[in-house]
């Protein structure tokens, strides 16, 4: 896992460093600035004869930005500097890594002001280096600095940002009108938390975690509990099957699911189970449906349950549900069920019934409208919730535009008052636990943005679950899974053609993926 700091803690890191650990702060500024000149040299096969522009702000981000414009120079390159602020204004380890390259005189290093930026934009550079804002950004962009960026996003130079682009808020996201769209992020002792919410994914390009020699017991330490999953996190959890195993032991998942003209959610979500390695999945709908799915079921076992003359579950499915439940290790209720009364009903019985775990998606969670007290009334010890932005929005009762700045808040919050595990989902996903741990997602695509790849996700979660694996890995393993298969679907299928049936088409190379990395 990749411990994940915000704008608060990563100056919390600094002071402790500082002060616990006797690290000079200018060495740490020293450190970053090298490492951004490092990617530079990296993506450019060298540094010797190429044109640099360093565009720096009056903080310590400009402050790495003249460190990295001094380590450039010695490596050959021919640099601008441009200072957004006049030197006076400088303050502490800026201002001394201002004066150490000014100082140094170097022939191929040229110091220009904002006045110099007429000539700046008409010359062609190698590559630009965005040291404008970093993390203590918020509000909005004005005056100069608003045409310096649109300039520097309309340049075919390399575009690298020291720690977060310029204009993007580092803890959720949220660009301001003008931020850096950058093709290189080089993040600072540790991730930034925008870099993956919000439209992060979209403004910070390739993102590399630069070691600047703070020890990793420090960064943990400061940590707010909210950690990026890596590939190794998930392959090491895996669950292993005996030689000796029969189907009964790799998980038991009982689905409950499926309406009149919403049977295809039901038929993913099994479908997703089994190749999720599920030993047996039984799929209960409607009976009024049940010719309709069994003609497409072929491993998956199909169940008739009590139905409405609307082709829905009603309240008296109970009975049958709930003695097949017994039978499973987990269960998921919700996929295609429909909002009948009857069914709301239903789905609201399972939950508060049911002893073994259980996932709770899509129409499932509308049942609980208003009435997400009932939560803290069920038996099972294990249940998660999947929504995406706009069902959480209806649990809370909420506009849905109120989330996008508080997702992480209100997810941790929920899941710590219900007891429960919830993943939200988005272009990153995030798991959030009762303990108030936070876990953000690292794979998939804006193709997994179609009709049904919720359903998917929910019947991988839910095998895992099966499989004795704990709540909180089952899910943070599901959603990993789910996007890895949706990234090995767009190198096929490209993200425009995407379907969900293709999500469950690749769930396998996923797990082969991971079960490879975890061999090695």
Known sequence: MLTMLDAPAMRRLDVRAV??????????????GRCVVDVAASKLDGLEGKRILVIAGKGNNGGDGFVAARHAAHRGALVDVLVTAEPDVLRGDALQAYEMLACAAHPSVHLLSLSHFASVRRRSYDS???????TSFHGEVRGVLRSIIRWMNASPALVIAVDIPSGLDATDGMPAADAVKADVTVAMAALKPGILLGSGREYCGEVLVADIHIPEELILSVGGGMYAVEAQDVAALLPQ???????????????????RGLTGAALLASSAAVRTGAGAVVLGVPASEMNVVARRTLEVMPMSLASTPEGSLTRAAIESACE??????????????????????????????????????????FA??????????????????????????RLLQVEAGALERSACNRARLFAKQHRLILVL??????????????????????????????????????TFLAQGVEPEWAAVMGVFL???????ARDHCGERSMAARDLIKYLPDAIRTLDAECEC
């Open 19 to 32: 002060r616990q650990y006797a690290i000079p702060s200018m060495i740490l500024m020293e450190n970053a």
């Open 128 to 134: 630009i280096v965005d040291a404008l804002f970093g």
């Open 241 to 259: 099957r005996p030689a000796t195993a029969h189907k009964y032991q790799n998980g038991k998942v009982f689905i409950i699911a499926g309406s």
């Open 324 to 365: 097949k439940m017994k039978w499973a290790d987990a269960v998921l209720v919700g996929p295609g069920l429909g909002r009948n009364d009857e069914t709301m009903h239903l789905a609201r019985d399972l939950v508060l019934s049911a002893a073994c775990p259980l996932v709770l998606d899509a129409d499932g969670l």
């Open 368 to 393: 609980f409208v208003g009435k997400t007290a009932l939560f803290k009334k069920r038996k099972t010890r294990s249940l998660i919730l999947t929504p995406h932005f706009g069902e959480f929005a």
């Open 425 to 462: 989902k988005g272009p990153t996903t995030i798991v959030a636990c009762p303990d108030g741990t936070l876990y953000m997602n690292t794979t998939g695509n804006a193709g997994m943005a179609t009709a049904g790849s919720g359903d998917v996700l929910g019947g991988t979660i839910v």
């Open 482 to 488: 789910h996007g890895r298969a949706g990234d090995i």
